[in-house]
């Protein structure tokens, strides 16, 4: 799936909803989210018989659980027909390696950062940790921003990516 059609797709359903908040997106879309104790796990997005449900870790932060539940609603926007046939779940979430996850990643990053507030402290010559806590995301999300803006064209750093993220 190109990268365009997924910002687009997600700054579509921003703007539909007036919101880009996934959990006011998650309401307004019908999908249940709820927080439990699954384990290692970050997040599930389950699809079963017309009904759409986000399972959130119980052991994440606020900022964290905002990510996580954009990154699954990223799964529903994109990837609902693979979910009829298996539950998508979430151990790493930001995986950069799979294509799925990535996608989802993707999606979330377009949802939750908004393209002037990240080139502006970008272009302040800010570090990934400082733009990070600045719009209260985490770092690989930052990284994966910057390179989406620089495959469309901005002169910006191009961040690396942390083998460890989000592990407990």
Do not use: W
Not at 5 to 15: F, S, V
Not at 26 to 55: A, F, H, P, W
Not at 113 to 118: K, N, R, S, V
């Amino acid at each position: 799936m190109a990268v365009d059609y997924i910002e687009e797709k997600a700054k579509a359903l921003a703007k539909k909803f007036y919101t880009s908040d996934p959990f006011e997106l998650c309401e307004c879309l019908g999908i249940t989210v709820q927080t439990d104790d699954i384990g290692s796990l970050k997040g599930m997005y389950v699809y079963i018989k017309r009904n759409r449900y986000i399972v959130l870790s119980d052991r994440l932060d606020k900022n964290m659980r905002k990510i996580v539940c954009a990154h699954e609603l990223g799964h529903d926007q994109l990837h609902r027909e693979q979910a009829k046939y298996s539950f998508i779940h979430d151990s790493e979430v930001i995986d950069l390696t799979d294509r799925t996850e990535l996608e989802a990643n993707t999606f979330a990053t377009a949802l939750l950062i908004d393209d002037e507030e990240f080139l502006d402290l970008a272009r302040e010559g800010e570090n990934v940790e400082h733009i990070a806590r600045k719009l209260n995301t985490d770092p690989n999300l930052v990284i994966l921003k910057s390179r989406m803006l620089r495959n469309r064209g901005y002169r910006i750093t191009a961040f690396e990516h942390k083998a460890d993220f989000l592990k407990y």
